[in-house]
């Protein structure tokens, strides 16, 4: 957890999943955690490197994905996200959400919301540090049915079925503190806090987090 915690956005859907089964772990996650362990040894000289004097790399931006119903125990999604700055990553999260998203706009609209949070507290932090950000904060997501109802959730029929308090993500857009881009999955940099994958899109996704091998 503590790399994860400091240098490693790449591990966060791992430690966030084996943790959920630490205090009875089978077989099978033993053998994730060693895993998850050869995974450290062997990439032990990747460090996160920022680069701000690169053009447009001192602009906010972050992405946001879900792994609809990804949990087979409770089919309840994993919320994923991921803030750059600088080239680097300076903020990532990847946690199973609290309640069950009956589809998978659903579940990356509730995603959103939580993101939009980040974001907020994000750009008070910068503001505190006399770093202001006039302009909104992207927000890039791979669900165009999300963007609709962030934009406009009063006239859409699947409105009825999110609380009120996902609404945030509408509230922020609204108010022009967030702005809202669609991405392609295989562009989706918050992926890689959502589910498992290929060695090589993970390693692609690392690189792109701003993770580099220094020997």
């Given at each position: 957890?503590?790399?994860?915690?400091?240098?490693?956005?790449?591990?966060?859907?791992?430690?966030?999943?084996?943790?959920?089964?630490?205090?009875?772990?089978?077989?099978?996650?033993?053998?994730?955690?060693?895993?998850?362990?050869?995974?450290?040894?062997?990439?032990?000289?990747?460090?996160?490197?920022?680069?701000?004097?690169?053009?447009?790399?001192?602009?906010?931006?972050?992405?946001?994905?879900?792994?609809?119903a990804s949990d087979i125990?409770?089919?309840?999604?994993?919320?994923?996200?991921?803030?750059?700055?600088?080239?680097?990553?300076?903020?990532?999260?990847?946690?199973?959400?609290?309640?069950?998203?009956?589809?998978?706009?659903?579940?990356?609209?509730?995603?959103?919301?939580?993101v939009a949070k980040e974001?907020?507290?994000?750009?008070?932090?910068?503001?505190?540090?006399?770093?202001?950000?006039?302009?909104?904060?992207?927000?890039?997501?791979?669900?165009?049915?999300?963007?609709?109802?962030?934009?406009?959730?009063?006239?859409?029929?699947?409105?009825?079925?999110?609380?009120?308090?996902?609404?945030?993500?509408?509230?922020?857009?609204?108010?022009?503190?967030?702005?809202?881009?669609?991405?392609?999955?295989?562009?989706q940099l918050a992926d890689?806090?959502?589910?498992?994958?290929?060695?090589?899109?993970?390693?692609?996704?690392?690189?792109?987090?701003?993770?580099?091998?220094?020997?």
């Open positions: 957890m503590y790399p994860m915690l400091g240098t490693c956005p790449n591990l966060a859907y791992t430690v966030a999943t084996l943790g959920r089964h630490a205090a009875t772990p089978g077989p099978d996650y033993q053998c994730a955690l060693d895993w998850a362990f050869h995974y450290l040894q062997a990439t032990h000289s990747s460090q996160l490197i920022f680069k701000c004097k690169v053009t447009g790399s001192m602009t906010l931006h972050g992405y946001v994905d879900a792994d609809w125990n409770n089919h309840k999604s994993t919320s994923g996200f991921v803030f750059m700055l600088a080239g680097g990553t300076i903020s990532w999260s990847s946690k199973k959400q609290g309640t069950v998203a009956l589809s998978s706009t659903k579940s990356k609209y509730i995603a959103g919301t939580h974001a907020i507290w994000l750009r008070q932090l910068l503001t505190d540090l006399s770093y202001g950000t006039p302009s909104p904060t992207l927000l890039h997501i791979n669900n165009q049915s999300t963007i609709t109802i962030a934009k406009n959730p009063e006239f859409h029929d699947h409105t009825k079925h999110i609380d009120i308090c996902y609404h945030y993500l509408w509230q922020k857009y609204k108010s022009s503190e967030i702005t809202l881009n669609y991405i392609p999955t295989h562009s890689v806090l959502t589910k498992g994958l290929p060695w090589e899109k993970h390693d692609q996704f690392r690189f792109q987090m701003g993770m580099h091998n220094m020997d």
